[in-house]
């Protein structure tokens, strides 16, 4: 089977604040560090149930996060931004049997990770889709779903894990953590190791069971900024209408166009 990893660092392990998450952090190297871990864990434990094909993508800030000498050789790595309409998947096709998610945190103005953002955590207050507050995993799961593809697996905080569960009923999590406030009460990375390895294993066979997201009819999109004048500016997208002066929203049939404007205001 082909599987395509998608690697975020908010929901890994012991991460508890923005600096962690950031290069110029004193503590970035160990998170980053233990990304390429719980990314290793999933490659390792799925190329031990079969010849399975895996492609990682390091979806964190520049992409260039993960140590790819962590990683088992029979995977590969997508390093740096592709800058694709699609998102963060640059190289996904509908060749692939599941989307994985490893590392990944709920969504902007959810409490459940000091680290909660969608997409560019300074410019974005709030997403909304049909009225449901949409993050990274929703974003993805459904792009995922546009090109046939069924999301299986999602490790991260407990609100995210919980966002998959509702979605997709059958789709394998490792929650790492649950956030305090600005704090986190977090599993030991070895424990989440163990236990990415081990539900990885489930992963082929919810293949044969996970169906893609069923994709509405219409969208209905509302992003609301921190600030009046990104509103403004992403309001010059054709068919966005600022309606207040931080929020826009945009309409479309089509989940494509949902993508090609999510790539130009945010």
């Known amino acids: 089977m082909k599987f395509y990893m998608l690697c975020d660092i908010e929901g890994v392990a012991g991460l508890s604040c923005w600096d962690e998450a950031r290069p110029s952090g004193s503590l970035y190297p160990a998170m980053a560090r233990e990304m390429s871990l719980e990314a290793a864990c999933v490659a ?34 997508l390093r740096g931004l592709t800058h694709e309409i699609f998102g963060k998947t640059g ?23 000091p680290t909660s953002h969608t997409m560019v955590s300074s410019r974005i207050f709030q ?21 046939g593809v069924p999301t299986l697996f999602v490790s991260g905080d407990d609100g995210v894990c919980a966002a998959a569960e509702r979605q997709i009923p059958s789709v394998v999590t ?17 424990a989440v190791q163990a236990q990415l390895a ?5 992963i082929p066979d919810a293949a044969g069971k996970i169906k893609p997201l069923p994709l509405p009819e219409h969208f209905h999109v509302e992003v609301t900024y921190h600030h009046h004048y990104d509103a403004y500016g992403c309001s010059h997208y054709p068919g966005a209408v600022l309606v ?12 494509g166009e949902v993508l090609r404007f999510f790539y130009f205001v945010f």
């Open 198 to 202: 081990e539900q990885a294993k489930k």
């Open 244 to 255: 207040s002066p931080t929020t826009l929203t945009f309409d479309t049939d089509d989940y």
């Open 44 to 77: 390792e434990s799925l190329l031990k149930c079969g010849e399975h094909q895996i492609v990682i993508e390091d979806a964190h800030g520049d992409g260039r996060n993960i140590d790819c000498s962590l990683l088992p050789p029979q995977a590969t790595l």
């Open 174 to 190: 490792v929650p790492t953590k649950t956030g305090y406030g600005y704090g986190v009460l977090t599993k030991t990375p070895e």
């Open 127 to 147: 997403l909304k889709v049909n009225g449901a507050i949409w993050g990274e995993f929703e974003m993805f799961a459904y792009a995922a779903a546009y090109r």
């Open 91 to 113: 190289l996904f096709d509908e060749s692939f049997d599941g989307v994985l998610m490893v590392g990944f945190h709920d969504a902007a103005s959810s409490p459940h990770n």
